[in-house]
């Protein structure tokens, strides 16, 4: 269960932050551009923190929390093959869904 | 474009930026129905969606809060999600930077992927365009998709408690990210820095306040970063 005190204080902490990145450059820094290395490491973080954070609920989707459940497993190879391949965050997401959906169904 | 009005740039961007409701919706949709199950009522998912407006931050907060992870870690995980719009902050800064600081203030709470990729593309396809043309159709392009955003944030909310328990909500959540962040991986460090990303947070998957997020998280942008360096350098000494 998730503390109302602490959700409260998380949405108006991440408000700010959030604010505070969108307002970075167009509020505060005008022109000036970065250094080269922070740009690099920007460019990154997306796609370094979502899998790391996508990963462990794949791996350990099982019921015991131990493993990979199949059904999961493949419907979460299809979202992001076809993800990759039409470059369509859409047509992923429905691939994703119908696969996992029927797959419980035939062997859930 | 000279000859375009403000009010004629205004809805332009509103039509471009209307097929994105297809994207903003779903997420919304989902957001709603995955806090209402985690226990945030109607006003706290609306508070959510309306204060921070970052799907991929809000989900990321969500799923560790109910991990009972520490308020820092929490946090610190879903600004690094958002990072990528301070780079987007930077992008429209050569066109808006010169708005009065109201109008940057309002553009910068709206400043999302699709504003910014919209709004980005024309101006560099339209470089006469004028300031207030500019702000028009930066505008323009939010309008519908923050309209979708919440009202569509409402609806899963509205519906989240109603969903049958045969529906698998649990795997909601990373069919949408990896749904996201497939078409993310444009080359080969982006690659590198997904992978090496994976592979150390299954390693940490038992270090202790969900830290192994962010230690993988920074080995796999370091990873990546790396890699850009390498491929940039192996380039030049071809050349």
Redesign the interface.
Known sequence: MIDKGSLWFIIFALGIGSFMLRFSFLGLVGDRSLPAWALRYLRYTAVAIIPALIAPMVALSNEANTGPEPVRLIAAIVTFSVGAWTRNVIVAICNGAITLGLGLYLFG | MTSTTTKSAYWMGVRDGAPFI??AA?FAVLFGVIATE???NLF?VM??SF????G???F??L?L??KETP?LI??I??????????????A???Y??TAP?WQ??L???M?VDQSYALAHAKFEDAPNMSLPQRTAYYFGTCTLVMGAWFICSFLGAALGTQLPPSI?I????????????????RSL??LI??????V???IC?NVPYSL??II??????????QT??WITRKQEAAL
């Open positions: 297809l994207v779903p985690a226990g945030l706290e508070s959510f204060v921070v407006i970052a991929a931050a809000q990321t907060a799923e809060m109910q308020t929490v946090l995980s879903a600004l690094a999600v958002n990072l990528r719009v301070a780079m987007y902050s930077a429209i800064t050569p808006l930077g600081l940057r203030v553009m910068s709470y400043l698998p649990d795997f909601a959540l990373p069919i949408a990210f990896l749904s996201m962040i497939a078409p993310m991986i460090p982006h820095a997904a992978i090496t990303a994976i150390v947070s299954l998957i192994g997020l993988a998280g920074f080995a796999g942008m370091a990873a990546g970063s850009e360096v």
